[in-house]
Structures are given as structure tokens and as C-alpha cells.
């Protein structure tokens, strides 16, 4: 399970003529999950909408299993193994739950029944309209729909934003499977640096487009130091 996944090198992108990173380096083993931590406009979306393909790219490159995805499109980059899921959801309003998960599925472990089983809510609703979901229901179905494309890694852009804490729990309990339980590699944009380090493995701390730490979830969870400098959290006492 120690193969390179992905390999970012001196990746420096942004948006037209405007760099947002600066020059990003990173190295992930397949199976393994890490969170991309930051403040507000530190360039996290930016990162993970560039493994899209969703930038400019300016210089530097990514390696998908030893591929070079660099200048793929975006739909080729699916094709290529990367499950995206952005932060504004993005699912069809206007078809229904089952509807979104099979427009875009490809074939391989992650099936209908397999994702309704992951999400037994959406079995519930599979009948039921984009539009007629609660913010739970359309985050579960976003990452539902990410799944059914069989991705060697998932992109997931700030999944807990905006929810209920119940629905929080539900989806961080469904998160733990498909990482834990299944192998799913995984990039998880957070804020809240307390709730999603214990379901990684890794983490990255960015600051105006550059990797300011880098380490396991458990280190930077005792080092309070780091995560107040760079994160603006308390000590562990605290809720983050
Ligand atoms: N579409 C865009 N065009 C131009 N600049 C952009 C665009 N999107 C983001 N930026 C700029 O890129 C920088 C990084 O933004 P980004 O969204 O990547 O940060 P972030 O760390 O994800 O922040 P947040 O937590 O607020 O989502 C910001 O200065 C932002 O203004």
C-alpha cells in the first residue's frame, strides 16, 4: 500500500496571471488521508482545484501513480482517478438522488448498492429531487456521487461546512468507513483542525500559497504551538 499516489512538485498555479501557490511540494501514499489545513484565503481550495484541473497552471507539476495529470482536463483528470467534491456540492437539481449517482458513474468496487449502503439516507431518498434535500443530504450525496466515479483519491472541499453537528457526526462517521474501513485515499479541506485531524493520517498547514508545516494529524494535534501560530486554535482544552 506504499506506492506514491500523488506527487505535487514546485507546483505554483492561480487564477489568469495571478499566482495563488507558490510553489507547493508534496508527496501522499496511496491509502493514506490527509488534511489541508489554513486560515481563511491561504490557497486550500486553490491546491485542490488545481489536482482538479480547475486553474491556471503556471509552472511545476502533478503526478497521479506516476502519471503526469499536470495538463490533463479536468473530466480527463477524472477519467484519470481523482473524485472531486467542491465546496458548493455541485449535484443536479433537477434529477433525482439515484438520477446523480449514476450520471457520472464508472464502473469498478463503488456501486449503487455500495454507496446506499455507505449512505442508507439516500436509499431513503433515491426518488427524491436535487432540490428537495436538506445541506446533510446534498454533502452525502456529493460525496456519494464522488464515489460512484471510483476515484483513486477523493478531493473533499470543506464537507462539514455549513451542516448540523448531528448530520456532522453522521458524516464524519461516514467519512471514518470509507477511509478507515475501505482504503480510501483522501485530501479533506477543514477549519475545524480538531474535528478532522483524528480521521487522517497527515496534515499540511498552508500560508500564502506555501506548505508552512507538514506531518501526521496525531503530532500537529499535541502541538499546540503550530496550531495556534497557523491556525489560530487554542489549546487542546479548547474546543478548535
Ligand atoms: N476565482 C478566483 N479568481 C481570482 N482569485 C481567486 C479566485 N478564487 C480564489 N482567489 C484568491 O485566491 C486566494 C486563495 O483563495 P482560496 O479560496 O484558495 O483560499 P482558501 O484557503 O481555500 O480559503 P477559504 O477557507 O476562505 O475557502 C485568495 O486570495 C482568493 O482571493
Known amino acids: 500500500m506504499n506506492r ?9 498555479a ?7 501557490l507558490a510553489g507547493i511540494s508534496l508527496t501522499m501514499d496511496e491509502g493514506r488521508t490527509l488534511a ?7 490557497g486550500k481550495t486553490t491546491l485542490v482545484d488545481t489536482i482538479a484541473g480547475l486553474t491556471t497552471h503556471h509552472s511545476g507539476s502533478i503526478k497521479l501513480l506516476e502519471r503526469d495529470i499536470t ?22 437539481k433537477s434529477l433525482t438522488v439515484e438520477e446523480n449517482l449514476t450520471a457520472i458513474a464508472r464502473s469498478g468496487p463503488w456501486t449503487l448498492p455500495r454507496v446506499f449502503s455507505m449512505f442508507p439516507r439516500l436509499e431513503e431518498r433515491r426518488r427524491n429531487l436535487g432540490s428537495q434535500l436538506s445541506g446533510g443530504e446534498q454533502q452525502m450525496l456529493a460525496v456519494a456521487r464522488a464515489l460512484m466515479v471510483n476515484p483513486r483519491l477523493l478531493l473533499l472541499d470543506e464537507p462539514l461546512e ?22 480510501m485515499s483522501a485530501i479533506i479541506i477543514e477549519q475545524k483542525a480538531r474535528k478532522i485531524l483524528p480521521l487522517t493520517d497527515d496534515a499540511i498547514i498552508l500560508d500564502r500559497g506555501v506548505v508552512v508545516y507538514s506531518g501526521t494529524s496525531a503530532e500537529l494535534l499535541d502541538n499546540d504551538e503550530v496550531m495556534a501560530q497557523h491556525l489560530g486554535v487554542g489549546r487542546a482544552a479548547t474546543p478548535a
Open 14 to 20: 492561480g487564477y489568469g496571471e495571478a499566482s495563488v
Open 36 to 42: 489541508l489545513l489554513g486560515r481563511n484565503g491561504t
Open 71 to 92: 495538463r490533463l482536463r479536468a473530466d480527463r483528470r477524472v477519467a484519470a482517478g481523482i473524485g472531486w467534491v467542491p465546496q458548493e456540492r455541485n449535484i443536479f
Open 162 to 183: 455549513g451542516l448540523a453537528p448531528i448530520i456532522v457526526d453522521e458524516l464524519l462517521a461516514a467519512l471514518r468507513q470509507i477511509v478507515e474501513g475501505e482504503g
Open 4 to 12: 506514491p499516489l500523488l506527487v505535487i512538485d514546485r507546483l505554483v
